[in-house]
């Protein structure tokens, strides 16, 4: 029987993530897009789960989360929702979704929370979104933030570099600490030195959750399908892969495709 359905372990949570930080132990976080992976992350030890954007990339099939909508993600967070129980669940606030007034942030916040069941929603950006951290906030709702190369920016970054070099790092500390005193509950850093990145983690008084960060965060999230080794074509420097499923499930199938027009499958220990 699964882990999942007969111990109830710890719920991990905002007080979770503080004390983790203050005792200087390191946080996991993975995204997740549905309920089959969800049962599975939330049966290992992995603290957090984000239904990121990235899911227009890697399950929606755009080039990238710009397409992504309000909808998607509430569908989205609702299939991971329903059946995480241990792992804090976070879900991503969408392209132009939170940056039109404070009120879209609320209303759109709450619906990942109500209708998708997350624990806490993530937004890109740091100075001109303040006003909508601080309200999402005070409505209840944690609110991770996200700084760095900021994927729903990508148009005015002028592609998937890594940002914070130069003049640029001191922009990424003072938006750090404003949005820490905000009141966000972490800090996705996401492609900056890792130096700036160990900097920030210094400074600020929340986790930060590095991707291509280095190893001075607080934690570190990676991208499901790329940690898994879905698309072989798919291997940045930051990427650790810790399994070929792409080979391993092509390989399945196609045995399944050859055995089904070979007459091997269904055999008579398949048959009623
Ligand atoms: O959308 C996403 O998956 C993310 C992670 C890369 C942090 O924002």
């Not at 990238?64 to 509430?74: G, K, L, Q």
């Not at 709702?141 to 005015?156: A, E, F, K, Y």
């Not at 196609?254 to 220990?269: A, I, L, N, R, S």
């Amino acid at each position: 029987m699964s882990k999942h359905s007969s111990d109830s372990p710890a719920q991990v949570t905002v007080k979770t993530l503080q004390k983790r930080k203050q005792e200087k132990q390191k946080i996991s976080m993975v995204t997740c897009y549905d309920a089959a992976f969800g049962v599975l992350i939330d049966d290992t030890g992995i603290d957090m789960i984000l239904v990121g954007d990235s899911a227009g990339n890697v399950v929606l099939g755009f080039k990238d989360t710009i397409p992504v909508t309000m909808d998607h993600m509430v569908h989205l967070t609702g299939s991971v929702g329903r059946v995480v129980k241990r792992a804090m669940l976070v879900a991503d606030m969408p392209f132009l979704s939170y940056n039109l007034s404070v009120e879209q942030a609320l209303r759109n916040a709450g619906r990942l929370v109500q209708e998708g069941g997350a624990a806490a929603v993530k937004v890109e950006g740091g100075a001109a979104i303040l006003p909508q951290v601080r309200a999402i906030v005070q409505a209840g709702i944690p609110v991770v933030g996200h700084l760095g190369l900021t994927p729903q920016s990508v148009h005015v970054l002028g592609g998937y570099r890594v940002q914070g070099k130069g003049d640029q790092a001191q922009v990424i500390i003072d938006d750090a600490i404003k949005l820490a005193e905000a009141g966000a509950c972490a800090l996705v850093l996401e492609l900056v030195p890792a130096a700036l990145a160990e900097e920030i983690s210094r400074k600020i008084p929340i986790p930060t959750i590095g991707i291509g960060a280095g190893a001075g965060t607080d934690g570190q999230v990676l991208v499901l399908h790329d940690l898994l080794g879905f698309n072989s074509d798919f291997s940045p420097k930051f990427l650790k892969k810790y399994a070929n499923l792409g080979e391993v499930i092509s390989q399945a199938l196609t045995q399944y495709d050859k055995e089904v027009k070979g007459g091997q499958f269904p055999g008579p220990e398949h048959s009623f």
